[in-house]
Every structure is written in C-alpha cells, then in structure tokens.
C-alpha cells in the first residue's frame, strides 16, 4: 500500500474575494481622506474644525492598520463592516458639519 497525499484543490473559500476587496477598499479610502484630510490641514490650517479633521479621522477609521494596532494594543477585534461605518459615520458628520457652517 502506497501512501498518497491529498491532492489540493486549487479552489478558494467563497469570501476570499471579497475579503481582498475590502482590503484594498480600505486602504484606497485610508489613502484618499487621510490623505486628503491631512493635505487640506496642511493647506487651510486646522481651523474651523471641518477643514480636514472629519476627513482625516474617517480615513484613520478605515485604515486596516487601526484594527491591527487596536488588536494588538488592546485585545480589541473591528472587523470590517465596523471600521467601514465608523469611517462613514465620521464622513457623514464631516458633511453636515460643512453644510451648516460649524
């Protein structure tokens, strides 16, 4: 009797693509409002408080690294659904806070 080892399938987990779609969602949205946020800091200054800090903060909220550091530092798991409203909550209040001239 030979031993014969399992051939692997080749096929991935069903979410697998969409887990590598978020991901580089992620950080596109990290790149772009952080980024933008920051930029706009740098250009206008930090006051009013819309100029960049709702941007800069929705970015951080999305940034996979926040929910690595956040498990690491503090045992805490954000997965991306959470990280992903977080962010878009903080844009939603950035707009509002725009619109109304606070």
Do not use: K, Y
């Not at 930029?39 to 909220?61: K, Q």
Request: aromatic content about 10%; glycine content about 12%; proline content about 5%.
């Amino acid at each position: 009797m030979t031993d014969q080892i399992p051939a692997q399938s080749n096929a991935r987990q069903p979410g697998a693509w969409m887990a590598r779609v978020g991901l580089i969602a992620a950080w596109l949205w990290t790149i772009l409002a952080a980024g933008g946020g920051a930029m706009l800091l740098i250009e206008r200054g930090p006051w009013p408080l819309t100029n960049g800090w709702f941007a800069l903060l929705s970015g951080i909220a999305a940034c996979p690294l926040t929910a690595w550091l956040a498990r690491r530092a503090f045992g805490i798991a954000l997965s991306g659904r959470a990280r992903f409203a977080a962010a878009a909550l903080i844009w939603l209040a950035g707009q509002i806070a725009r619109r109304t001239g606070f």
